[in-house]
């Protein structure tokens, strides 16, 4: 019988865990907070990266309709 547990467990640890945030080449959903579509994309860069590139078009598509209806 071996102990599951070793000092080589403890110790050593192979890969670090990356966050969500930071994972690169990944495929990714977004849900439209104003209807019930969705945006599927994948990106080679990370995802905090893509994350943001989408809030800065979402502003300036919002930003668009406010002067459209003046």
Same mark, same amino acid.
Do not use: M
């Given at each position: 019988m #071996?102990?599951r @547990? @070793?000092? #080589?467990?403890v110790l050593v640890?192979?890969k670090?865990?990356?966050s969500?945030e930071?994972?690169?080449e990944?495929? !990714?959903k977004i849900p439209? /907070?104003?209807?019930?579509?969705? !945006?599927?994309? +994948? @990106?080679g860069?990370?995802? #905090?990266v893509r994350m943001? +590139?989408h809030?800065?078009?979402v502003?300036?598509? +919002?930003?668009?309709?406010?002067h #459209? /209806?003046?």
């Open positions: #071996r102990p @547990t @070793t000092l #080589r467990n640890h192979l670090d865990k990356v969500k930071d994972t690169a990944c495929v !990714y439209c /907070k104003n209807c019930q579509k969705v !945006y599927i994309g +994948e @990106t860069r990370s995802f #905090r943001k +590139e809030q800065k078009e502003e300036l598509q +919002e930003g668009k309709e406010i #459209r /209806k003046f």
